[in-house]
Structures are given as structure tokens and as C-alpha cells.
């Protein structure tokens, strides 16, 4: 009977645990580790240090001594033809660097030729690959048509609308009845423009395979050749390399929403033979097949009908795939020839693009540069606005001398006129120009930077049209003067990579 009596307590528990409340304190223990246990894993997730590659390159400024490539000819800018100019053009650096301009059949005209007789007058049609949305003639160079031969899930009109935009232009081509008043009402240029960039960087590729740098740029953009081919000289073309001006981009979700940057399509980019195998390298399985699909396949889900523009869907790619920009801004420059705020940070320095320039701004620079190819120094932004200075006059009325460097007249000082306000530009030795906005507005701009500013007739301001703005402006001789001798240009850097100069 004795070996058949239950046991009043557990087997193998120490005396001390058969106390109720020590159970307790136990059990109060166990439940707290659980619910630390279930927290910590419903926390938010850390941010994950930012991987080497997603650190935008910060250089230093570059003292080597460049050379140019140009041959040395007689040149008469004012008389030579554009190919006169051209047979001093370094052609055998073209089997290094290939120019590709980026165009659309919807591109205003007066420009489109006026790039054709600058920045790409010197270039065969060999030597110049030109892209656009429509295979047409521009000169005697072909233009290709980038969007023709891309794969039939671009052509989802759900999720990319503007894809009608472009099988309607070609309908109309095949039809006739092109470059009428339906194309303009109908077809949206730069709607389509986004989705030529990721197809250009397979196509360059193609036709021009191994070439150490690939300049990409636009109609509206002007090139100081000798510069950029100077520039390029310090660079290791089978580095990964995206260069150009910065622009913010999109956000990265991944990376604690970290910002990127892309390089702005205007000012033009330029991207080496490294970052090009990179971008366009497909995975490839054990027996050789390619198990993803080519670049413009891989990313088409980013060209879609919110994205704003193919520049930066270009800049995500080339993140997304480790290579972030090189800002080199303000060599790169997003200015036109008459915006540039001529200062410390614009003198000095090389200047290798510009952007938004007017078809006489991109003719009469061309015969300029060719007119300077005999120096033995790069083109620095002083030596362009001695070519572009508005003859300096104390006044110029319709006239709006910029915006850039603005600051008002001391505040005890009264300024109702165009002539108070030169005086009060004259009695600050920091004010180099000034700006009178007259009429209803009355306001003086001081300005402590050089600029060209453009013409501007008086016109309505504010939405009942009621009130009237003219402009007047003016220069600082004196000022001008004393500023430029203090800038020393003697010693000529390159740029190093940076985006806090920018940004």
C-alpha cells in the first residue's frame, strides 16, 4: 500500500521553491522577460550604418598641370567658317571620349541649330551619337530613335500614360501630318524625355563600346571642350564615375530615408567606361544564360507618370547600383550665360558647361573659345565675363542687372529713384552693381556680385494687373575694378568632388 501513495509535492524541486510566495516571485520574473522578450522584437528597427558606396565623394581641389588638346592653327573667329574653326578640334580624342547629344523632334528649332553650330559644330557623323524620340535627319547627322526598340511592357498606357504622347507622334509621322497644329496640341516633349535616358546608356554602349568617358548632353547646353577634356585627363576611367552638377533627388527608404542626389541633365554628365560596365552587367546562371534582364528592363518600373524626370531616375540607378555623384558644380554649371553670379566662387575657377543658353549666346561663344585655344591655361569663368561684360555703364535703363548677392541700402538711408539708389550702390564698397524695380514698386537692389542681367521691359505685376514694375541697372566701375584686383587667379585648381558648395 505504501509504494502506491501519491507524493504531496513535485520530484526533483529544491525546498526552497515549495514556499507559495518564492512560486510567485517566479512566475512575476517569467511573465516580465516574456513581455521584454515580445517589446523588443515589435521595436522599431535601428538605422543601418550607411555602407561606404552611399557617402558622396568629398576631394580635394586638383593643382596638376593640364594640356591642351587642341592643335595649334590661325584662327580669325570673326571670319573663319565654323569648319575653318573645326580643323584645329582635337579628333583623335574621340576614339577616348564620346559625345552623345540628347534631343526630342518637339525641341525648339533656333536652338537645336544653334547647338549644331557650337557645341557639336566639330563632329562627324561618325564621331556624334544623337538620340531623340523620332528617327529623323538634323543636318547631316542621324538622329535615333531611342524609344523604337524598347520591350512591349513600356507600352502599358496604365501605368505609363505618356507613352500615348509618343505612339502618337509616330502615327502622325507615318501619316504626314507631322509639325502641324495637332503635334503641338497633342504631343508633350518633355513628358517623354524621361524615359530616353536609361535605353541611351545600352545603345552608347553599343555603338561606341570601351570608350573611357561617355558626355551626355542636352540642346541648351554649352561645352568648353578644351576644359573638359583637360578635366578628364586627371581621372582613371575605369573607376566608377557619375560627374556632373548636383541636384537633390529622390529619398532613400532603405537607408534611414536618406537623400540622394543626381546629376542635372542640363549642365551635361559624364559617366566612365567603370560605371558603364557596372550599370550595364546582367547576373548570368551556371551554364551561362542571363537570369535578369538588361538595365532599361530592370528599372522601367521607376520611368512611370509621377517620376519628374529621367536625369533623376538615372542618378537612382547608379545609387541603387553603389556609385554616387561627383559634384563638380560650379564647373558644371546650371546657369546661362547671363545668370552667372560672377564672384569668389565664379572667377577663379575652370568653367566647363553652362546650361539654359540663349542659340546667340552658344554661337558667339564658340567663336570666342576657338579664339582663346592658343593659351596655354584653361578657360576660367574671369576670362568669360571679360568676353560677356554689358559694358559696364553707370546706367542702363530696361534693363535687370540679376538677382543673385542681393541686399538692401541701410535702412536710414532714403532711396525713392533709380539715381539714389546708384548713389547708395557707390557709398558701399561691397555693392559692385545695383538694381532699381521702379514705377509702383520702388525698391533698390545692392548687389555684391558681377552680372549681365538681361533686357526687360516695364510690365504688370500682381494678380488684379493693376500695378506697374520697370527696371534699371547699373555698374560700379571703381568697385569692379578694386574687387577684381583682389582676386588672385595665379595658381588654377580643378575642383575636387563636393556637394556642400552646392547644397
Known sequence: MALSRKLSRPLFIPPALHSRPIQNIILFAFCLILLSVILFNLREPEKGPLLPYQIYPQTNDSTQHTVTEF?????RPETDSVGQLCDSFPRHVLSRIQPVLKTGHGDDKERLNAQMDST?????PDELIVFSDLDEEIRDHHAIDILAHLPSSHYNATAFKMWEEYL?????QTKGTLDTEAQ????????????????MMERAWAMKPDRDFYVFYETDTYIFWDNLFRFLQLYDPDANIYMGSPSPGRRDPKRGDQGTLFANGGPGYVISRGAMKTMLQRTAGSHGQYIDGPLSMKFSHLNNDEECCGDSVLGWVLWELGIPMHGH???FSDYG???IPFNDQHWCQPLISLHKTSPKDMVDLFRWEFSQHKTQRPLLYSDVWEFHKPGT???REDWDGG?????DPPPEEVVESSEQCSRACAEDPSCLQWKWEGRDRKKCNLLGSLQHGRERKEEKEGNDKETWVDFTSGWVEEHIREWKEKQDCSNIKWLGASIERKL
Open 337 to 339: 550665360l547671363h545668370e
Open 329 to 331: 558644380w560650379p564647373m
Open 403 to 407: 538677382r543673385f548677392d542681393a541686399f
Open 184 to 199: 503641338e496640341k497633342h504631343i508633350n516633349g518633355w513628358a517623354l524625355d524621361k524615359f530616353k535616358f536609361l535605353p
Open 393 to 395: 555703364v553707370p546706367m
Open 168 to 172: 502618337a507622334q509616330k502615327e502622325m
Open 120 to 124: 557639336s559644330a566639330c563632329f562627324t
Open 71 to 75: 592643335l595649334p592653327a590661325s584662327i
